[in-house]
């Protein structure tokens, strides 16, 4: 089993920044990608960035040029930096990992949600 910690969500206003963080540990082989993705109220849960193990990386294009995804494969931990943040942008936000716990087996581990408020 895995876990995925995140932390870092809260409440800042328009233009402002925030960084979340989110920890994977457990039973753990091989992490293949981790990310994030947020569900505003009455909308569907979309991507906002992903990363795999070589860095390559996705951004939604509403993200693209304000938020930074980054990682630390050593300690299983993604970051994401959002600059320039506007009330749109209010979400909760969800740590995403596909992680292999043998060679063979992978599973898709979702944290527990972080909240982030942009005032206007």
């Known amino acids: 089993q895995v876990q995925l910690v995140e932390s870092g969500g809260g409440l800042v206003q328009a233009g402002g920044s925030l960084r979340l963080s989110c920890a994977a540990s457990?039973?753990?082989?091989?992490?293949?990608?981790m990310g994030w993705h947020r569900q505003a109220p009455g909308k569907e849960r979309e991507l906002v960035a992903d990363?795999?193990?070589?860095?390559?990386?996705n951004y939604a294009d509403s993200v693209k040029g304000r938020f930074t995804i980054s990682r630390d494969n050593a300690r299983n931990t993604v970051y994401l930096q959002m600059n320039t943040l506007k009330p749109d942008d209010t979400a909760v936000y969800y740590c995403?990992?596909?992680?292999?716990?043998?060679?063979?087996?992978?599973?898709?581990?979702w944290g527990q949600g972080t909240l982030v408020t942009v005032s206007s």
């Open positions: 995403n990992a596909r992680v292999y716990s043998t060679f063979t087996e992978w599973n898709e581990y």
């Open positions: 457990g039973t753990i082989f091989r992490v293949v990608s």
């Open positions: 990363i795999n193990a070589g860095h390559a990386i």
